[in-house]
């Protein structure tokens, strides 16, 4: 339907140039003109991802089953090749570097991993055309998949990247939930999953676990890793009801809230905008999240209504996480906002979901 | 579908949480997060404009001020602070201990610098600052200083400089003082504090993460203090200085035609740069001095005036016709009074008024004072401003004490006998008077019948306040009153018997008393007080030896500093 299209696009690119005001407003007083050309660059992304939302949302998401198993090895495959070239570079690396700018493939593989559950959990029994996964047993229910998303997440934490590493395992158990799998597979993988964490706690690198420590109690550390979130706090707390006013933030501009352009653009764009403006941010993301299960909701397509429902959650989960975390309510764990923050991968995987969603829509329509 | 639905009421779930976390910022908690947002972008650098200079009555500075140097540090981050001061430590040569331990006490605000060392060789400033390139949080704050050209000179006149102690503040908080002013102690710097005093003043700037400069919020200019002159002439102040240097007492020189004093010196002295210097040692030293070197001497004790006060007893004895220019008394050496024998101390035959001041006679005023009776020389001592605080410029001023059989009745349930006139007439007994009292007491004589109220603070600020300044009281003493004593007191130095002949040979005409005052412990005080040219007086002078012996040895350090003024060509 044209409708959902229309939508869709406006409330992205409403969102998408509201990130694009932060960012010059973050970014403009840095000397180096690097950062000058930074929200020129979002431009750039913004409208590849506006050309991606427009050939996605014309491209048959049918394919994407066709083309599910090829997208997760592409994704891997990518994925092996930042692991390979960190061992080389004696150093982590989220990125990829191509000709003139930074290739994050997470942002991808979080888009490839819900295609291929999806494709997973839709498929039918041959007999009766019911689906597989009510039927599925522990093993082809829970611990085969996990397998399909544990390779990627582990690649991705080891980048080291948090964040995108437990949006993949959120985003499992959420899609898990939504299909037949039988509930109590999921509370025994929900066990085995939380049960080895203090042991998983030895894993983790001395910043992540300063983080995590951090985020109980951000005053352990208020100079090292507590001090973004402390920033953050009195940033989006300083605004008041109306904000201090475009490039009048005292917090993001002069520079004592770090990543101000990246994850933590919320502050930025609340000690701005203030109250009312970042209630308004705030549903307009709702309004887009709720799109994207309206769209799930009337999919007849088993494939298409999980491929939507994962759409829509993962871009919930990362607004939510990251908005959490820009408040002090979830640990810092280095994700970005979609559509607002810095990113050029970032902007173009999430319009290519949109494109997917409006697409599901589009192609219900012609059944 | 159930499931679904769950999930979808979940989603919505954690928007709503979302919006009681931004309310709860932003609205609950928005007043503290907007203090701390400018508690965090916002400096506060002081620039301190400079205490009033004081400046002797040709415009000489007594009390200046020069530029020093101060380190501070505003640290960003806990590790910059130790690098900072490791930096700091190995420029000054300092213990780093001792700088983090300054650190520690003189730290106020994370948005304010700390002082960690005070007033460094500018050369080591210079290469602090330029370290400033590796290590911004390092600042080097030019401050001025008092400072003292002179030294010691005119110490007890200005008083020193300290941080203000807890009475002080209590007095002068409402007055806009807080702990770690520096204001004055004792002398102009204490009573012209308020005048003297400079205002902070400092610059409010926006600083970003790093504690870099961004931009100029506000700016309080600093106001510098009011220069105070004084009506002393540092040249005569240095001659009084350098006769008495080494005595314990006071000399004074004041004009007698207005009161303005010339010069006020005292020893023991000290040199105030010690307070600036912050010298722990010997400030404590100096408190702790017997000789008690920061008292001023002229204003702040007294002493008997031993026969200095027969010039008292001769104006009275005249005044009330109780003597007259002919009256003669014998001295044998002795006088009886009631049945006590009081000695002169020498035998002088027949005395007139003239000859009796001349050699400080005994018996001569024994016997007028006898004629006059108690209560009549405490009232001709008080009309010569004695017993009673002259209102000096300077604080702690003492108003001495003239004893009378009056006071003696009210206060002491006592009869006052003849013993005790006979003690008052030759300024012995519970008789005290400053150096300053006696000076002024002598410019009568001086200047034909005026008393002066001595002052020594010429301008504030520009300002003349000589027209404010309290006329001369006349004592409205007869002429042949006057002109009498002032012979008497030419004859002290010229007759070849008199106590101050040591005087007789400077060219310069001098009269005066002097006196010997006894004391129960030690040698006598010295006391020599007069006036010269005697034709047309221009100065009076005042020296005051404690324990320094007989009268005598008053007359020569006076004759030192007539001599050398009239070197000098002063006079």
């Known amino acids: 339907m044209r409708n959902s299209f229309i939508r869709i696009l406006i409330i992205a690119l409403a969102i998408a140039l509201i990130g694009v005001l932060s960012i010059y407003s973050s970014t403009y007083q840095k000397e180096l003109a690097l950062w000058q050309d930074i929200y020129k660059r979002q431009i750039l992304w913004l409208a590849i991802g506006v050309v991606c939302f427009f050939l996605m949302s014309g491209f048959n998401y049918r394919k994407l089953w066709d083309a599910s198993y090829f997208i997760y090895g592409l994704a891997l495959l990518l994925l092996l090749l930042v692991f390979s070239l960190g061992i080389i570079r004696l150093g982590a690396q989220r990125w990829l570097k191509l000709a003139w700018f930074n290739f994050q493939p997470s942002e991808f593989v979080k888009l490839a991993v819900i295609i291929f559950l999806a494709r997973y959990f839709s498929r039918k029994s041959e007999s009766d055309i019911s689906l597989l996964s009510g039927k599925f047993g522990i093993f082809r229910g829970i611990a085969l998949p996990f397998v399909f998303v544990a390779v990627p997440m582990f690649l991705v934490i080891e980048q080291p990247d948090l964040g995108s590493g437990l949006m993949l395992l959120l985003v499992f158990v959420s899609l898990l939930y939504l299909t037949d799998v039988r509930l109590k597979y999921i509370v025994v993988l929900l066990v085995l999953l939380l049960a080895p964490l203090p042991f998983l706690w030895n894993f983790l690198r001395p910043y992540q676990k300063d983080r995590l420590l951090v985020f109980l109690n951000p005053n352990i550390d208020p100079l090292g890793a507590g001090y973004t979130v402390i920033q953050s706090r009195i940033a989006i707390g300083s605004g008041g009801f109306f904000g201090k006013g475009w490039l009048s933030g005292t917090q993001s501009q002069l520079y004592f809230l770090p990543e101000s352009h990246t994850d933590f653009i919320f502050a930025t764009f609340s000690e701005q905008w203030g109250f009312l403006a970042s209630v308004l941010l705030i549903s307009l993301y709702y309004l887009l999240i709720r799109q994207g299960f309206i769209i799930a909701k009337r999919t007849q397509d088993s494939f298409g209504k999980l491929l939507a429902y994962g759409i829509s959650i993962l871009l919930a989960l990362q607004v939510f996480i990251n908005i959490s975390m820009n408040m002090g309510l979830a640990p810092v764990v280095g994700l970005p906002l979609p559509l607002l923050s810095y990113g050029g991968s970032s902007i173009v995987a999430t319009f290519i979901s949109l494109g997917i969603l409006v697409n599901i829509d589009r192609t219900r329509a012609v059944f | ?571």
Not at chain 2, 332 to 343: E, T
Not at chain 2, 414 to 442: F, H, R, V
């Open chain 2, 1 to 571: 579908m159930d499931r679904k639905k769950l999930f979808v009421y979940f989603l919505g779930l954690m928007f709503v949480v979302l919006l009681i976390g931004l309310a709860d910022l932003n609205v609950l908690q928005g007043a503290k997060f907007r203090r701390l947002s400018k508690n965090n972008c916002i400096r506060l650098i002081s620039q301190s404009g400079t205490r009033g200079n004081i400046l002797d009555r040709n415009g000489k500075i007594i009390a200046g001020n020069r530029i020093s140097y101060d380190v501070m540090i505003l640290p960003q981050e806990p590790s910059q602070l130790d690098r900072a001061i490791a930096a700091v430590s190995r420029i000054l040569g300092a213990e780093s201990k001792e700088l983090k331990a300054a650190f520690k006490k003189n730290f106020v605000s994370s948005s304010l610098p700390t002082t960690v060392a005070n007033n460094i060789e500018p050369r080591k400033a210079i290469i602090l600052e330029e370290y400033k390139v590796e290590e911004p949080s390092i600042i080097i704050q030019p401050k001025p200083l008092r400072y003292y050209p002179h030294g010691s000179s005119a110490c007890h006149v200005i008083g020193y400089v300290n941080e203000i102690d807890r009475w002080r503040l209590t007095k002068l908080e409402d007055y806009g003082y807080k702990t770690k002013d520096i204001v004055g102690f004792g002398g102009v710097e204490e009573k012209y504090d308020y005048y003297l005093r400079q205002e902070e003043g400092g610059l409010s700037v926006e600083v970003n993460h790093r504690g870099k400069f961004t931009r100029v919020l506000g700016f309080q200019p600093p106001v510098n203090g009011r220069d105070v002159q004084l009506t002393l002439d540092i040249r005569v102040q240095k001659i009084a200085e350098e006769a008495l240097s080494g005595r314990k007492g006071a000399v004074i020189l004041m004009d007698p035609q207005s009161g303005e004093i010339l010069a006020l010196a005292n020893y023991p002295d000290y040199n105030p740069s010690v307070f600036v210097n912050k010298r722990p040692a010997l400030i404590s030293a100096l408190f702790n001095n017997p000789d008690s070197p920061l008292v001023n001497r002229a204003i702040q004790s007294s002493y008997p005036p031993a026969s200095v006060f027969k010039v008292v007893l001769a104006s009275a004895g005249l005044e009330l016709k109780k003597i007259n220019l002919s009256t003669n008394f014998v001295c044998p050496g002795w006088a009886m009074v009631g049945a006590r024998k009081f000695s002169c101390w020498d035998t002088h035959g027949a005395q007139d008024i003239i000859r009796a001041i001349a050699h400080s006679c005994d018996v001569f005023f024994y016997k007028t004072g006898l004629l006059l009776g108690g209560q009549n020389i405490h009232d001709y001592a008080i009309k010569l401003g004695l017993g009673r605080p002259s209102g000096f410029d300077l604080p702690y001023e003492t108003g001495g004490f003239i004893p009378s059989p009056l006071w003696r009745k009210i206060n002491k349930f006592q009869k006052w006998y003849d013993g005790d006139t006979a003690n008052l007439s030759i300024g012995q007994g519970e008789c005290l008077t400053t150096p300053l009292q006696l000076t002024a007491m002598m410019a009568v004589f001086a200047n034909q019948g005026y008393l002066p109220a001595p002052y020594i603070i010429k301008a504030v600020g520009g300002l003349d306040l000589e027209k404010k300044k309290k006329r001369l009281s006349p004592v409205a003493f007869k002429k042949g009153t006057i002109e009498a004593v002032r012979r008497g007191l030419r004859e002290v130095v010229s007759d070849a018997r008199g106590t101050g002949n040591a005087l007789s040979a400077l060219p310069v005409a001098v009269a005066g008393k002097t006196g010997t005052a006894q004391v129960s412990r030690g040698l006598s005080h010295a006391w020599f007080v007069g006036f010269f040219p005697y034709d047309k007086p221009k100065y009076v002078i005042c020296v005051f030896l404690e324990n320094g012996g007989p009268g005598h040895a008053a007359s020569v350090i006076a004759r030192q500093i007539i001599e050398k003024m009239n070197n000098q060509g002063l006079i």
